[in-house]
């Protein structure tokens, strides 16, 4: 069965400095797909990026990248440059190739100081 | 590009009561799909739509909650009759990609629904 793995229910960091979200998954498909999404107080989930099971480069998107170790099933978020708007709920997902559908970790809450 | 629209926002029910939830997906997206989520967890998939069938219901409590999507765009999902249990926030998606592994889901604001 496939299981995302979240292990830090919040993180604190100063607003201008980067972060890592640490997100492990499982599965014994080969084919996948890992994403993240932001989660504000508004309850919408906002996409932030995607990275393929075969994709050799980590993904990059603006501020946010993912850093991805296949090997050790991880596939960690980093938020360089904090922004107070950055604080949120943060959800790491994976995919799988028989229907598309994501299944959730269990959310980091980040708080960005000024 | 209009996003996915979900109505109603808020909902406030008394158990044992009946409740209707409605999606409309980005126009041209195929698959829909509704996820619960209860306060502090991530998102639980409930049900998934390709078109107008379903891919996959395994986890929707058949005996009290149903949903269905009408010639392929706009869905609905009821609950029928609430339990306390039911109080968390709908979430209705749409993916353009079809049942492919690598495409975003696109989410809506969610209705919060209150079972008191």
């Known amino acids: 069965a496939q299981k995302i793995t979240q292990t830090q229910p919040g993180m604190f960091v100063q607003e201008k400095e980067a972060v890592t979200l640490d997100c492990t998954y499982d599965t014994s498909d080969q084919s996948y797909g890992l994403f993240w999404y932001k989660q504000p107080s508004s309850g919408e989930m906002i996409f932030l990026i995607y990275?393929?099971?075969?994709?050799?480069q980590n993904a990059t998107e603006g501020r946010y990248s993912l850093n991805f170790h296949k090997a050790r099933k991880s596939a960690n978020l980093v938020i360089s440059a904090s922004q107070l708007g950055d604080s949120a709920m943060y959800f790491c997902a994976m995919s799988h190739n028989q229907g598309g559908k994501l299944i959730f970790g269990q959310g980091t809450e980040l708080s960005v100081k000024p | 590009e209009a996003g996915v629209a979900q109505s109603p926002r808020y909902k406030i029910i008394e158990k044992r009561q009946s409740v209707a939830f409605w999606c409309n997906p980005i126009s041209g997206h195929a698959t829909l799909y509704w996820y619960q989520q209860i306060l502090g967890q991530g998102p639980k998939l409930l049900i998934q739509f390709q078109n107008n069938g379903v891919v996959d219901d395994s986890q929707l409590p058949k005996d009290r909650f149903s949903a269905e999507r009408l010639k392929g765009v706009d869905s609905t999902l009821k609950i029928q009759p609430a339990k306390l249990e039911d109080s968390a926030v709908y979430l209705c998606a749409s993916s353009l990609g079809g049942a492919n592994y690598n495409s975003p889901l696109h989410f809506g604001n969610g209705t919060r629904l209150t079972v008191t």
């Open positions: 990275q393929g099971s075969y994709d050799e």
